[in-house]
């Protein structure tokens, strides 16, 4: 029996989504970092302007349960528009959000902010390459918290270059941990974090009681949920 700690994790994974959005939209890192090194010497001017969050449309690629909380905030704390892209339609975030399910290259071409949140599977591999990155606004900003490989990273670094795309906010790369000569780790318009998506002493507490609680169900037989393999074990 295989098990796993699905929903434990999903409103604090939901938050780092979120903190990449507005790290990313406001230069929050690239900023504090400016002021560190004391270049702050007056008023800011437009070269220190970031874009705003609320009322844009964001466009989440994969509206599972994490996906479903990104939405959540979004909508409702955000006054933003939701697109989303999915193998089923989601019914309570389009009833509860007013979520509107569209084909991914729509999602492209209308999102400000563009949210990956579904399993690395054999179809979404490579999923956004430049091909894809072509097809988003020049203001765009993307949020990588899903998989690194669901990306492109070499179309990423291009795109980011080249300003086909605004900005990046990623807790996911193709290769971890990062090499430290990565292009991405030299650009100022991407956020990067270590793969925290989880990684609060609140969530990962709750991630090792529900594995213990798993494990403790499986053995005496009375687990239910969280099992990965069910078809398997049908057979």
Not at 52 to 57: A, L, Y
Not at 112 to 119: A, G, K, N, S
Not at 152 to 162: C, G, K, P, T
Request: glycine share 8%.
């Amino acid at each position: 029996m295989l098990t796993h700690t699905p929903d434990v994790l999903t409103e604090s994974t939901a938050d780092t989504v979120f903190a990449l959005i507005l790290a990313s939209a406001r230069r929050v890192v690239e900023l504090a970092e400016w002021v560190k090194a004391g270049n702050w010497k007056g008023s800011i001017g437009e070269a220190c302007f970031g874009v705003d969050v609320q009322g844009k449309t964001i466009g989440i690629v994969g509206l599972g349960r994490i996906g479903g909380a990104v939405a959540r905030r979004a909508a409702l704390g955000f006054r933003m528009n939701v697109l989303y892209t999915n193998r089923h339609p989601n019914e309570e975030a389009e009833r509860e959000y007013g979520a509107k399910r569209v084909e991914l290259d729509d999602l492209l071409a209308q999102s400000d902010f563009v949210c990956f949140q579904v399993p690395l599977t054999a179809e979404t591999r490579g999923l956004i390459g430049a091909n894809e990155l072509k097809k988003m606004k020049r203001s765009a900003i993307l949020i990588n918290a899903s998989r690194g490989p669901t990306v492109d990273e070499n179309a990423l670094i291009e795109a980011l270059q080249s300003g086909t795309i605004r900005a990046a906010g990623l807790d996911m790369l193709e290769h971890e941990p990062l090499a430290a000569d990565l292009p991405l780790l030299k650009m100022k318009n991407v956020v990067a974090l270590p793969h925290i998506g989880s990684a609060t002493h609140e969530t990962r507490h709750a991630m090792n009681r529900n594995a213990a609680e798993n494990l403790i169900g499986a053995l005496d037989g009375t687990l239910e949920d969280n099992i990965v393999n069910r078809d398997v074990l049908a057979r």
